[in-house]
């Protein structure tokens, strides 16, 4: 069974800067495109970024574009978001996933989430 667990939340101020992880357990990452997603509070959820499964595609959501890098180690089986510049509005659980099908849909296989909070 594929586990994907994500980490590296927490609370940073404006203009900061975090990174969150994903470990993915029970099948190796290779093959599959993967991406990050967020769900602010009492909105839904988002596409952040996407990557194929050798990174030479990356696709970002406009909110995050020039803010968010996306990248992967296969050989580790871990996924990365690089988050610089943080914004309140950034504010959300932000969740890794693996995807069957392109870098915008067919998410199929989840994490449990990790909580970013950019306040002062």
């Known amino acids: 069974q594929v586990r994907l667990v994500e980490s590296g939340g927490g609370l940073v101020p404006p203009g900061g800067s975090l990174t969150l992880e994903c470990v993915v357990s029970?099948?190796?990452?290779?093959?599959?495109?993967m991406g990050w997603f967020r769900q602010p509070p009492g909105k839904p959820r988002e596409f952040v970024a996407g990557?194929?499964?050798?990174?030479?595609?990356?696709l970002y959501g406009d909110a995050v574009k020039g803010r968010f890098t996306i990248s992967r180690d296969n050989a580790k089986n871990m996924l990365y978001l690089q988050m610089n510049n943080l914004k309140p509005e950034d504010t959300a659980v932000y969740f890794c996933?693996?995807?069957?099908?392109?870098?915008?849909?067919?998410?199929?296989?989840w994490g449990q989430g990790t909580q970013v909070t950019v306040s002062s």
């Open positions: 996933a693996r995807t069957s099908g392109g870098l915008r849909d067919e998410y199929n296989v």
């Open positions: 029970g099948r190796p990452i290779e093959t599959y495109a």
């Open positions: 990557i194929t499964w050798n990174a030479v595609r990356t």
